[in-house]
């Protein structure tokens, strides 16, 4: 609780002097959440910079954390989705975001019999992406550099894994503009080729911080993605699918997702 106590201070802190990004929290909150006058939007981007300091903690204790069960910390709701993948030797496109703490859902579902694999995006900073990838690894999964791996993602999936995949960030990647709270946000059409391409479904599983300061994951049916004779509108719709999950599960715990990523940065006009 002492780390807790500290991290509450160093998120004030946080908030008081990175001006930067504090500026972009308030600004993309009042984008999404037009109804709130602006006391409350400032209540919740310091929300916002408490949530991560809190994370940070659990990211620095995931040691402790495995070490002591990940199910004590960790809980699941519907897990007989994963399951029925699971036991039906199906596999599944995870489909998750930078909200709450994912790296909690890895480690979960590794721990939990789930072969994982997960595509995230290189670090800036080489130390900071070896210790990133060497946590991943740490806690049972493997960790595909975005655009590095395409065999082994492929590999992976027709042998009936679980490959979490997240495209909340505006990325260097192929994708399309669909829309999220109400603006063209450039989004990573990745999810959709591979699941046409392999034929595994995408499961929507997100993990959010509980008022206890533990974690509950929130897993829903695979989404039902649409076929049309015109390939691109195609693409749009089932990655504006996509898009649809992350709003619903942004919506209800707007203060855990991360709102000072410069999200709509890409507009239409600059492609």
């Keep these: ?32 959440f037009e109804n709130k006058v602006p006391d409350e939007i400032e209540k919740m981007a310091k929300s916002v910079f408490l949530h ?57 579902m590794a721990n939990n019999g789930y072969p994982l694999k997960v595509v995230g995006t290189s670090a800036y900073d080489p130390r900071l992406d070896e210790m990133i990838v ?21 590999r ?32 990573a059409v990745g999810p959709v080729v591979l699941s046409q391409k392999t034929g595994v479904p995408i499961v929507p599983a997100f993990v959010y911080m509980t008022p206890d300061y533990k974690y509950k994951i929130d897993v829903a049916e695979p989404l039902q993605l649409v076929e049309m004779d015109d390939k691109d509108k195609e693409m749009i719709r089932n990655t504006q699918i996509c898009s649809d999950e992350y709003q619903r599960i942004i919506s209800r715990y707007p203060t855990q997702w991360v709102w000072m990523h410069e999200r709509w940065k890409k507009q239409p006009k600059d492609v």
Excluded at 61 to 89: A, F, T
Aim: net charge positive.
């Design 156 to 187: 992976h999936l027709r042998d009936k894994g679980f490959l979490g995949i997240l495209i909340d960030q505006d990325t260097k990647v192929e994708g399309v503009f669909v829309n999220f709270f109400n603006r063209p946000a450039h989004t």
């Design 1 to 32: 609780m002492q780390a807790m106590r500290l991290m509450r201070g160093a998120a004030s802190l946080g908030f008081r002097f990175a001006k930067k990004e504090r500026e972009k929290t308030i600004r993309h909150l009042s984008w999404a």
């Design 52 to 108: 991560f300091a809190m994370a940070a903690v659990d990211a620095i204790r995931m040691p402790l954390i495995l070490k002591e069960g990940i199910n004590n910390y960790v809980s699941c709701d519907r897990q007989d989705i994963l399951d029925r993948h699971l036991n039906e030797n199906r596999g599944a496109i995870i489909l998750t975001g930078h909200i709450g703490n994912w790296e909690m859902l890895g480690a979960w």
């Design 134 to 154: 060497g946590g991943r690894n740490m806690a049972g999964y493997t960790n595909i550099a975005r655009g590095k791996g395409t065999r082994e993602i492929i």
